[in-house]
C-alpha cells in the first residue's frame, strides 16, 4: 500500500472518529468546549466511541480473515454461528438477572467461544480443519441457538426481553469504560496473531495445494486464523451486542483500495471498520434524537445498499 493511500486512510478514520465524538442529540463545537460538555464526553460519548471502534475493527478484520480462509466473498464472521451462540448465553443472561446475577458480557463472550470450540470440533478432520466442514457446521450450530434463542424468547414475560432485543440490534447505549481494556486486550491478541500469519493467510486463498508447495500447512494455518478471527469476533459481540454486514462489507471495500494482500488489508479492514461502526452509532444518536437507533441497524441500513453496489460493480450479476 502506497504512502499517500495510507495517508488518505488515517485521516479519514480520524475525521470519521472525530464526527462521531462530537455528533448526538447535543453537538458539541470542539472549539468551546464547557464543563458540561467535557462530562457527557467522558462519561457518555468517549466510551461508546471505543467500544464502537473495537467492535468494528474487530469485525472488519474478522471478516477479511474468513472470507480468504474459506475462499468465499460472502463469508463473514457472523456465517460460523458465534453470533447465534453469543446471543443465546447473552439473553439467557437478560432475561434471568435476577437469578443469574453474571455480567452480559462475560455470558455473551463465553457463548461465543463455546460456539467456536463446537464448530471448530465439527470442522476437524484428519488434515486439520476443512472449510467445507466449518462453513455447513457454523451454519448448523447458528440455525440451532436461533431456535433456541426463540424459544427462551417466547417464553420470557419481563423486561428483560426487550433488553435483549436491544442488545441483539446492537445498542451502545450501555457501553462504559469498564468494558474497553479486557475487549481491547483481546481484540489485538487476535489481531497481532493473524498479522503474524498473513502470509499463510495469502497463500490459503490460492488453494491448499499452492499453499502446501509454498511450504505452510493448510490446516495448521487455518486452525490459527480460526482462532485468531474467533477471539476477535467474540470479543465484538461481548462488549456491545451483534452488529451486521460490517465484517461482510468491509473487506470487499478495503481490497478494491488496498488490494488483497492480507498483510494491508487485514489492518485496513479493522480501521475502516471501526470507522464505519463508529459513525453508525453517531448517526443512530442524531437522526432520531431524543431517540436512539441501535448502531447495528444503522450499520445494515448503510451496509446493505452498498453491498448490493459493490457486487454490481464488480460483475457478480447483479
Same mark, same amino acid.
Given at each position: 500500500m502506497s504512502p499517500a493511500k495510507t495517508t488518505v486512510l488515517i485521516l479519514a478514520v480520524l475525521l470519521a472518529t472525530l464526527l462521531s465524538v462530537l455528533s448526538g442529540p447535543r453537538f458539541i463545537n470542539p472549539l468551546h468546549i464547557t464543563p458540561e460538555d467535557w462530562q457527557i464526553l467522558v462519561a457518555l460519548r468517549l466510551p461508546r466511541v471505543f467500544v464502537a471502534f473495537l467492535m468494528g475493527a474487530a469485525l472488519g478484520a474478522s471478516g477479511a480473515i474468513l472470507q480468504g480462509v474459506f475462499r468465499n466473498p460472502l463469508a463473514d464472521p457472523y456465517v460460523l454461528g @458465534? $453470533? $447465534?451462540?453469543?446471543? *443465546?448465553?447473552?439473553?439467557? #443472561? =437478560?432475561?434471568?438477572?435476577? &437469578? *443469574? %446475577? =453474571? %455480567?452480559?458480557? @462475560?455470558?455473551?463472550? &463465553? /457463548? &461465543? =467461544?463455546?460456539?467456536?470450540?463446537?464448530?471448530?470440533?465439527? /470442522?476437524?478432520? %484428519?488434515?486439520? *480443519?476443512? %472449510?467445507?466442514? =466449518?462453513?455447513? /457446521? #457454523?451454519i448448523g450450530m447458528g440455525f440451532f441457538f436461533s431456535a433456541l434463542l426463540l424459544l427462551v424468547m417466547t417464553v420470557s414475560s419481563n423486561d428483560g426481553l426487550k433488553r435483549a432485543i436491544l442488545w441483539m440490534s446492537g445498542d451502545l447505549s450501555m457501553a462504559d469504560w469498564g468494558l474497553v481494556p479486557a475487549g481491547a486486550v483481546l481484540i489485538a491478541a487476535g489481531l497481532t496473531l493473524a498479522l503474524i500469519r498473513a502470509k499463510g493467510l495469502n497463500a490459503l486463498t490460492l488453494g491448499d495445494e499452492i499453499a502446501h508447495g509454498l511450504g505452510f500447512s493448510p490446516g495448521t494455518e487455518r486452525l490459527l486464523l480460526f482462532i485468531a478471527a474467533s477471539l476477535m469476533t467474540a470479543a465484538a459481540i461481548s462488549l456491545g451486542g451483534t452488529v451486521g454486514f460490517i465484517g461482510l462489507l468491509v473487506p470487499h471495500a478495503v481490497r478494491h483500495w488496498v488490494g488483497s494482500d492480507a498483510r494491508f488489508s487485514v489492518p485496513a479492514a479493522a480501521l475502516v471498520g471501526g470507522a464505519l461502526l463508529c459513525l453508525a452509532d453517531g448517526a443512530g444518536r442524531t437522526l432520531a434524537a431524543p431517540l436512539e437507533i441501535p448502531a447495528g441497524v444503522i450499520a445494515a441500513l448503510i451496509g446493505a445498499p452498498c453491498f448490493l453496489i459493490i457486487l454490481r460493480k464488480k460483475g457478480y450479476g447483479l
Open positions: @458465534i $453470533s $447465534s451462540g453469543a446471543a *443465546l448465553a447473552a439473553a439467557f #443472561g =437478560l432475561m434471568t438477572a435476577t &437469578a *443469574l %446475577p =453474571l %455480567p452480559v458480557p @462475560i455470558l455473551a463472550f &463465553a /457463548g &461465543a =467461544l463455546l460456539t467456536c470450540a463446537a464448530v471448530a470440533a465439527l /470442522g476437524r478432520s %484428519p488434515q486439520g *480443519l476443512r %472449510p467445507d466442514r =466449518l462453513l455447513l /457446521g #457454523g
